[in-house]
Protein backbone atom coordinates (compact mmCIF):
# COMPACT_ATOMS: atom_id res chain seq x y z
CA UNK A 1 0.00 0.00 0.00
CA UNK A 2 0.99 3.38 -0.49
CA UNK A 3 1.03 6.57 1.70
CA UNK A 4 1.25 10.39 0.29
CA UNK A 5 -1.94 11.77 2.75
CA UNK A 6 -1.93 12.15 6.62
CA UNK A 7 1.74 10.08 7.04
CA UNK A 8 1.95 11.43 10.52
CA UNK A 9 -1.79 9.97 11.74
CA UNK A 10 0.25 6.59 9.54
CA UNK A 11 2.69 6.66 11.92
CA UNK A 12 1.95 7.61 15.17
CA UNK A 13 -1.01 5.35 14.96
CA UNK A 14 0.54 1.90 13.32
CA UNK A 15 1.00 0.50 16.85
CA UNK A 16 -2.45 0.39 17.34
CA UNK A 17 -2.81 -1.32 14.46
CA UNK A 18 0.31 -3.64 14.88
CA UNK A 19 -0.50 -5.03 18.57
CA UNK A 20 2.00 -7.44 19.17
CA UNK A 21 4.52 -4.79 18.50
CA UNK A 22 6.94 -4.00 21.27
CA UNK A 23 9.34 -1.76 19.92
CA UNK A 24 9.80 0.66 17.18
CA UNK A 25 13.01 1.63 15.67
CA UNK A 26 13.24 4.85 12.68
CA UNK A 27 15.76 5.63 10.77
CA UNK A 28 15.46 8.90 8.81
CA UNK A 29 17.83 11.55 6.81
CA UNK A 30 16.35 14.06 8.93
CA UNK A 31 14.64 14.69 12.47
CA UNK A 32 12.03 16.72 13.72
CA UNK A 33 11.36 17.38 17.73
CA UNK A 34 8.13 17.72 17.64
CA UNK A 35 7.72 14.35 15.68
CA UNK A 36 9.83 12.80 18.12
CA UNK A 37 7.61 13.64 20.87
CA UNK A 38 4.13 12.93 19.05
CA UNK A 39 5.18 9.62 19.44
CA UNK A 40 6.76 9.04 22.83
CA UNK A 41 3.22 10.22 24.07
CA UNK A 42 1.32 8.45 21.31
CA UNK A 43 3.62 5.29 22.28
CA UNK A 44 4.15 5.67 26.06
CA UNK A 45 4.30 1.85 27.18
CA UNK A 46 6.63 1.08 23.89
CA UNK A 47 10.43 1.23 23.75
CA UNK A 48 11.27 4.01 20.61
CA UNK A 49 14.30 3.91 18.53
CA UNK A 50 15.49 7.14 16.24
CA UNK A 51 18.31 7.52 13.99
CA UNK A 52 19.34 10.91 12.73
CA UNK A 53 20.74 9.49 10.03
CA UNK A 54 22.62 12.56 8.57
CA UNK A 55 24.79 13.11 11.03
CA UNK A 56 27.72 11.70 9.71
CA UNK A 57 27.86 14.37 7.00
CA UNK A 58 26.45 17.24 8.04
CA UNK A 59 26.59 17.17 11.57
CA UNK A 60 24.00 19.01 13.92
CA UNK A 61 23.06 22.23 14.39
CA UNK A 62 23.25 23.05 18.56
CA UNK A 63 19.47 24.65 19.18
CA UNK A 64 18.18 21.53 17.31
CA UNK A 65 20.15 18.81 19.50
CA UNK A 66 19.36 20.58 22.76
CA UNK A 67 15.09 20.40 21.71
CA UNK A 68 16.26 16.57 20.95
CA UNK A 69 18.48 16.34 24.47
CA UNK A 70 14.98 18.00 25.75
CA UNK A 71 12.57 15.21 24.31
CA UNK A 72 15.50 12.37 25.37
CA UNK A 73 14.98 13.80 28.99
CA UNK A 74 11.16 13.72 29.39
CA UNK A 75 10.46 10.60 27.37
CA UNK A 76 11.84 7.52 29.35
CA UNK A 77 10.68 4.95 26.55
CA UNK A 78 12.86 7.10 23.60
CA UNK A 79 16.49 6.45 22.80
CA UNK A 80 17.95 8.77 19.82
CA UNK A 81 20.71 8.34 18.08
CA UNK A 82 23.43 9.93 15.40
CA UNK A 83 24.14 7.91 12.63
CA UNK A 84 28.22 8.19 12.24
CA UNK A 85 28.47 7.29 8.76
CA UNK A 86 25.74 9.50 6.06
CA UNK A 87 22.28 7.63 5.94
CA UNK A 88 19.57 9.40 3.65
CA UNK A 89 17.13 6.65 4.10
CA UNK A 90 13.57 6.86 5.22
CA UNK A 91 12.56 3.77 7.63
CA UNK A 92 9.53 2.78 9.89
CA UNK A 93 9.51 -0.84 11.84
CA UNK A 94 7.29 -1.82 14.32
CA UNK A 95 8.97 -5.08 15.84
CA UNK A 96 8.27 -7.96 18.19
CA UNK A 97 11.86 -8.21 20.16
CA UNK A 98 13.87 -8.88 17.50
CA UNK A 99 11.18 -9.58 14.71
CA UNK A 100 9.62 -6.81 12.23
CA UNK A 101 6.14 -7.15 12.38
CA UNK A 102 5.67 -4.14 9.98
CA UNK A 103 7.70 -1.85 8.20
CA UNK A 104 7.37 1.57 5.72
CA UNK A 105 9.95 2.52 3.79
CA UNK A 106 9.66 6.03 1.54
CA UNK A 107 10.80 9.71 1.17
CA UNK A 108 9.47 11.53 4.15
CA UNK A 109 11.93 12.05 6.84
CA UNK A 110 10.57 12.18 10.87
CA UNK A 111 10.13 15.62 11.18
CA UNK A 112 6.73 18.35 10.60
CA UNK A 113 7.78 18.72 7.07
CA UNK A 114 7.89 15.32 5.86
CA UNK A 115 4.62 13.81 8.12
CA UNK A 116 2.43 16.63 8.00
CA UNK A 117 2.51 18.30 4.32
CA UNK A 118 0.09 15.96 2.04
CA UNK A 119 1.23 14.92 -1.25
CA UNK A 120 4.70 16.04 -0.88
CA UNK A 121 6.39 12.59 0.14
CA UNK A 122 5.08 9.07 0.41
CA UNK A 123 5.60 5.64 2.74
CA UNK A 124 4.78 2.55 1.06
CA UNK A 125 4.57 -1.09 3.17
CA UNK A 126 8.12 -3.42 2.47
CA UNK A 127 7.07 -7.17 1.27
CA UNK A 128 7.62 -9.59 3.94
CA UNK A 129 10.12 -11.25 1.97
CA UNK A 130 12.09 -7.49 2.43
CA UNK A 131 12.16 -8.00 6.30
CA UNK A 132 15.96 -10.01 6.73
CA UNK A 133 17.76 -7.31 4.68
CA UNK A 134 16.08 -5.21 5.74
CA UNK A 135 16.53 -5.42 9.55
CA UNK A 136 20.16 -6.90 8.42
CA UNK A 137 20.67 -3.09 6.64
CA UNK A 138 19.19 -1.40 9.97
CA UNK A 139 20.98 -3.28 12.64
CA UNK A 140 24.16 -1.80 10.81
CA UNK A 141 23.10 1.54 11.29
CA UNK A 142 22.43 0.72 14.52
CA UNK A 143 26.21 -0.34 15.20
CA UNK A 144 27.47 2.80 13.67
CA UNK A 145 25.68 5.11 15.75
CA UNK A 146 26.11 7.24 18.92
CA UNK A 147 24.04 8.39 21.11
CA UNK A 148 22.83 12.24 21.39
CA UNK A 149 23.84 12.32 25.00
CA UNK A 150 27.67 11.27 24.06
CA UNK A 151 30.17 13.96 24.64
CA UNK A 152 31.98 13.42 21.46
CA UNK A 153 28.62 14.54 19.19
CA UNK A 154 29.94 17.03 16.85
CA UNK A 155 28.35 20.49 16.01
CA UNK A 156 27.60 22.66 13.09
CA UNK A 157 27.94 26.43 13.69
CA UNK A 158 24.67 28.33 13.88
CA UNK A 159 25.75 31.99 12.34
CA UNK A 160 24.45 34.87 14.48
CA UNK A 161 25.13 38.63 13.77
CA UNK A 162 25.35 41.21 15.96
CA UNK A 163 22.16 43.06 17.54
CA UNK A 164 23.78 46.18 16.85
CA UNK A 165 24.97 45.72 13.09
CA UNK A 166 22.82 48.37 10.87
CA UNK A 167 22.81 45.98 7.89
CA UNK A 168 20.00 45.09 6.66
CA UNK A 169 21.45 41.42 5.64
CA UNK A 170 24.66 40.96 7.63
CA UNK A 171 24.58 37.26 7.11
CA UNK A 172 23.44 36.85 3.50
CA UNK A 173 26.50 34.37 2.66
CA UNK A 174 25.84 32.27 5.59
CA UNK A 175 21.98 31.69 4.38
CA UNK A 176 20.61 33.38 7.47
CA UNK A 177 17.87 36.23 6.29
CA UNK A 178 17.35 39.30 8.84
CA UNK A 179 13.34 39.36 8.40
CA UNK A 180 12.22 43.20 9.16
CA UNK A 181 9.20 43.60 11.58
CA UNK A 182 8.96 47.29 9.96
CA UNK A 183 6.69 47.96 7.11
CA UNK A 184 7.46 49.84 3.97
CA UNK A 185 7.61 53.32 5.41
CA UNK A 186 10.00 51.93 8.47
CA UNK A 187 6.95 51.75 10.96
CA UNK A 188 5.14 48.97 12.44
CA UNK A 189 1.63 48.68 10.87
CA UNK A 190 -1.02 48.94 12.83
CA UNK A 191 -2.92 46.39 11.48
CA UNK A 192 -0.83 43.68 10.65
CA UNK A 193 2.48 42.06 11.17
CA UNK A 194 3.06 42.37 15.00
CA UNK A 195 -0.71 43.90 15.42
CA UNK A 196 -2.57 41.16 13.09
CA UNK A 197 -4.52 40.20 15.70
CA UNK A 198 -5.65 43.73 16.42
CA UNK A 199 -7.19 44.04 12.83
CA UNK A 200 -10.89 44.27 11.79
CA UNK A 201 -10.85 40.60 9.45
CA UNK A 202 -10.95 36.87 10.56
CA UNK A 203 -8.58 37.46 13.27
CA UNK A 204 -7.88 36.15 16.67
CA UNK A 205 -6.29 37.89 19.91
CA UNK A 206 -2.79 37.98 19.55
CA UNK A 207 -2.32 36.45 15.71
CA UNK A 208 0.64 37.90 14.41
CA UNK A 209 3.13 36.74 11.28
CA UNK A 210 6.15 37.78 10.15
CA UNK A 211 6.44 38.82 6.15
CA UNK A 212 8.42 37.31 3.80
CA UNK A 213 9.01 39.50 1.10
CA UNK A 214 9.63 39.03 -2.54
CA UNK A 215 13.59 40.29 -2.13
CA UNK A 216 14.01 37.62 0.55
CA UNK A 217 12.84 34.53 -2.35
CA UNK A 218 15.44 36.21 -4.39
CA UNK A 219 18.67 36.42 -1.95
CA UNK A 220 17.86 33.52 -0.12
CA UNK A 221 16.16 30.83 -2.31
CA UNK A 222 16.99 27.54 -0.62
CA UNK A 223 15.26 29.45 2.70
CA UNK A 224 11.70 29.39 2.28
CA UNK A 225 10.10 26.27 -0.11
CA UNK A 226 7.90 26.87 -2.90
CA UNK A 227 3.69 26.86 -2.31
CA UNK A 228 2.43 23.13 -3.52
CA UNK A 229 -0.14 22.74 -6.47
CA UNK A 230 -0.38 26.58 -6.65
CA UNK A 231 -1.93 27.00 -10.09
CA UNK A 232 -1.91 23.31 -10.38
CA UNK A 233 -5.38 21.40 -10.39
CA UNK A 234 -4.77 19.04 -6.97
CA UNK A 235 -8.69 17.36 -7.57
CA UNK A 236 -7.94 15.39 -4.48
CA UNK A 237 -7.51 18.51 -2.29
CA UNK A 238 -10.56 18.75 0.55
CA UNK A 239 -9.41 22.25 1.05
CA UNK A 240 -9.56 25.45 -1.20
CA UNK A 241 -7.82 25.79 -4.70
CA UNK A 242 -4.13 27.44 -4.26
CA UNK A 243 -4.54 27.70 -0.52
CA UNK A 244 -1.51 24.85 0.44
CA UNK A 245 0.20 25.84 3.44
CA UNK A 246 4.16 23.90 4.77
CA UNK A 247 4.11 23.58 8.32
CA UNK A 248 7.56 23.85 9.80
CA UNK A 249 9.38 23.54 13.18
CA UNK A 250 10.65 26.31 14.50
CA UNK A 251 13.40 26.67 17.13
CA UNK A 252 13.61 30.51 18.68
CA UNK A 253 17.09 31.81 20.32
CA UNK A 254 15.71 31.55 24.14
CA UNK A 255 14.89 27.59 23.02
CA UNK A 256 11.15 28.17 23.36
CA UNK A 257 9.65 25.92 20.06
CA UNK A 258 6.73 25.68 17.96
CA UNK A 259 5.07 24.56 15.06
CA UNK A 260 5.14 27.39 11.95
CA UNK A 261 3.01 27.40 9.05
CA UNK A 262 4.20 29.08 5.85
CA UNK A 263 1.29 30.65 4.29
CA UNK A 264 -0.02 32.75 1.46
CA UNK A 265 1.42 33.92 -1.65
CA UNK A 266 3.68 36.28 -3.16
CA UNK A 267 1.35 38.50 -5.21
CA UNK A 268 4.63 37.82 -8.22
CA UNK A 269 5.93 34.62 -8.90
CA UNK A 270 9.98 33.78 -8.82
CA UNK A 271 11.29 31.87 -11.34
CA UNK A 272 7.65 30.51 -12.45
CA UNK A 273 7.37 29.50 -9.04
CA UNK A 274 4.65 30.95 -6.08
CA UNK A 275 6.35 31.52 -2.37
CA UNK A 276 4.76 31.63 1.26
CA UNK A 277 4.39 35.44 1.73
CA UNK A 278 4.34 35.21 5.67
CA UNK A 279 5.50 32.83 8.22
CA UNK A 280 2.91 32.26 11.08
CA UNK A 281 1.90 29.45 13.64
CA UNK A 282 0.43 26.55 14.03
CA UNK A 283 -2.60 25.50 15.19
CA UNK A 284 -3.37 29.37 16.13
CA UNK A 285 -1.42 32.31 14.63
CA UNK A 286 -1.55 33.82 18.41
CA UNK A 287 1.12 31.32 19.81
CA UNK A 288 4.04 33.49 17.56
CA UNK A 289 1.63 36.80 18.47
CA UNK A 290 1.74 36.02 22.40
CA UNK A 291 5.22 34.67 22.68
CA UNK A 292 6.59 37.92 20.90
CA UNK A 293 4.24 40.43 23.09
CA UNK A 294 5.87 38.54 25.96
CA UNK A 295 9.44 39.36 24.78
CA UNK A 296 8.48 42.64 23.73
CA UNK A 297 6.95 43.54 27.63
CA UNK A 298 3.83 44.66 26.24
CA UNK A 299 -0.20 42.80 26.67
CA UNK A 300 -2.56 41.87 23.89
CA UNK A 301 -4.10 44.72 23.57
CA UNK A 302 -1.07 46.87 23.08
CA UNK A 303 -0.24 48.23 19.54
CA UNK A 304 2.85 47.16 18.77
CA UNK A 305 5.12 50.62 17.59
CA UNK A 306 8.95 51.24 16.15
CA UNK A 307 9.58 52.42 19.56
CA UNK A 308 8.42 49.41 21.51
CA UNK A 309 11.21 47.71 19.40
CA UNK A 310 13.86 50.21 19.55
CA UNK A 311 13.08 49.74 23.71
CA UNK A 312 13.94 45.86 23.44
CA UNK A 313 16.86 46.39 21.71
CA UNK A 314 15.95 45.56 17.67
CA UNK A 315 13.73 45.67 14.77
CA UNK A 316 13.90 42.47 13.16
CA UNK A 317 14.26 38.45 13.49
CA UNK A 318 17.11 36.45 11.69
CA UNK A 319 15.93 33.53 10.83
CA UNK A 320 18.40 30.22 9.17
CA UNK A 321 17.21 27.00 7.73
CA UNK A 322 19.08 24.36 10.84
CA UNK A 323 17.30 20.84 9.22
CA UNK A 324 14.60 19.62 7.40
CA UNK A 325 11.79 22.26 7.94
CA UNK A 326 13.47 23.25 10.83
CA UNK A 327 13.77 26.80 11.34
CA UNK A 328 16.34 28.56 13.93
CA UNK A 329 14.98 32.05 14.64
CA UNK A 330 16.90 34.83 16.47
CA UNK A 331 15.64 37.97 18.41
CA UNK A 332 18.20 37.98 20.93
CA UNK A 333 19.64 41.71 21.71
CA UNK A 334 23.33 40.98 22.46
Not at 5 to 32: A, F, P, R
Not at 45 to 65: A, C, F, K, N, Q
Request: proline fraction near 3%.
Amino acid sequence: MLYYKDLDKTVLEMQHNTTSSNNIVIVSGYVGYQTIKMLCEQCCDVRITVVYGMYGSERISLPLHQALMEVQRQYSNITILYSTIPVHSKIYMWNYDAKIEKALVGSANFSISGMMNDYKEVLSDVELDTYDILKEYCDYVLSKAISCNNVEVKFKKVFKASGHSKLVQPLLAKNVCRATLLDRNGQVSKKSGLNWGLSKGHVSEGDAYIRITSNYIKLFPSLFPPKKYVGVDNPLSKGKKNRENDEVELIWDDGEKMIGLLEGQQTKTVNGLVYPKQLSTSPSKSILGKYLRKRLGVDLNHTITKSDLLRYGRTSIDISLIGEGIYYLDFSVK
